[in-house]
């Protein structure tokens, strides 16, 4: 019996030929699996009683003409459905969408409360559902596509071909102590000045976590990671009547230096400092949807400058923000 290409079915086609006819590289192209690939080949040679594609030793490599005719009018029918999309979708006065986003508490914390509430505030009809978690369950998420975007600390740990990836501010991560804190009386710390210190940071899973061990080794310091938490709240407030440290990412904002004199917290930069850089990532796909690359663009336009400079480059910019 004949059948007819369904919509998903032309996409696997037009993968399978500028795939070079690689069903593996297809594949991972279109985020489904090599033998969903293979049935679909199959199926529709055999309803229809046709070859689209020549083989030698069992393996496709080349169309057939009938597969190159075929193949020209997938490509005219795709091409006309996504103008179609785009119109209809460009039709609307407002964006309207939904996206799911993973992220870390903290960056939510330090660079998205004026994001977030501006962006839904001028898109009333957009559906933003933000899932809060540590950077390795966020990354397990994005990975099992539970996401479609995104924002981890670095190193996201990644494929870069499978992913893309854009920097949303640099800092780095320092010392935060109590105004009595023995330490106080540095300006700068050195490593070699938390001998003798507990510290405090976030958990095992997170890069700074491994980053601060390595300071810990490559310094043989006299002292160790206490207890871990994935609260920036508590970490901080623990060391406000200790004489405990916490190690943590910071920014120059005035309203965070406020937040800490506050609990009665100082923040002091490190010789040498871990280097904290958050990252936008998502999958990369030959599509996305209207609203999808709306919101991704629209997270690009708020965080980098006019000349394609960070907005938030605590390393480059010292001043208050």
Same mark, same amino acid.
């Given at each position: 019996m004949s059948t007819i290409l369904k919509l998903v079915q032309m996409e696997y086609l037009k993968e399978i030929v500028e795939s070079g006819y690689n069903l593996t590289l297809a594949a991972e192209r279109l985020y489904v699996s090599q033998s969903a690939l293979s049935q679909f080949i199959k199926k529709f040679e055999a309803d229809n009683e046709i070859n689209i594609f020549k083989r030698k030793n069992g393996l496709i490599i080349d169309l057939t003409e009938l597969g190159y005719q075929l193949y020209e009018h997938v490509n005219v029918i795709l091409d006309k459905y996504y103008q179609l999309e785009d119109l209809i979708l460009e039709q609307s006065k407002q964006?309207?969408?939904? #996206?799911? /986003?993973?992220?870390? !508490? $903290?960056? =939510?914390?330090?660079?998205?409360?004026?994001?977030? +509430?501006?962006?839904?505030?001028?898109?009333?009809?957009?559906?933003?559902?933000?899932?809060?978690?540590?950077?390795?369950?966020?990354?397990?998420?994005?990975?099992?596509?539970?996401?479609? #975007?995104? /924002?981890?600390?670095? !190193? $996201?740990? =990644?494929?870069?071909?499978?992913?893309?990836?854009? +920097?949303?501010?640099?800092?780095?991560?320092?010392?935060?102590?109590?105004?009595?804190?023995?330490?106080?009386?540095?300006?700068?710390?050195?490593?070699?000045?938390?001998?003798?210190?507990?510290?405090?940071?976030?958990?095992?899973e997170e890069p700074i976590y491994k980053q601060l061990e390595e300071k810990i080794k490559k310094h043989e310091l006299d002292c160790k990671i206490l207890f871990t938490s994935n609260s920036f709240d508590y970490l901080i407030e623990t060391c406000s009547n200790s004489e405990l440290v916490a190690i943590l990412p910071t920014v120059n904002f005035k309203q965070f230096i406020e937040n800490l004199n506050f609990v009665g917290v100082v923040s002091k930069p490190m010789e040498s400092p871990i280097i904290s850089i958050p990252m936008l990532v998502r999958p990369k796909k030959e599509r996305y949807s209207k609203f999808e690359s709306f919101f991704y663009n629209s997270l690009l336009e708020y965080f980098y400058l006019d000349d394609l400079s960070l907005r938030y480059d605590f390393l480059t910019n010292q001043e208050d923000v």
């Open positions: 964006q309207q969408g939904r #996206i799911t /986003i993973g992220i870390h !508490p $903290t960056i =939510l914390r330090l660079f998205f409360t004026k994001f977030i +509430p501006t962006f839904i505030l001028s898109n009333p009809k957009a559906n933003i559902e933000i899932i809060e978690s540590e950077s390795a369950p966020t990354r397990r998420n994005l990975m099992d596509d539970h996401l479609n #975007i995104a /924002i981890i600390m670095n !190193p $996201t740990e =990644l494929a870069p071909d499978l992913y893309e990836e854009h +920097p949303l501010a640099k800092g780095e991560v320092q010392a935060l102590i109590s105004k009595d804190h023995p330490l106080n009386e540095i300006d700068k710390l050195t490593w070699e000045d938390l001998n003798g210190f507990n510290l405090v940071t976030y958990s095992k």
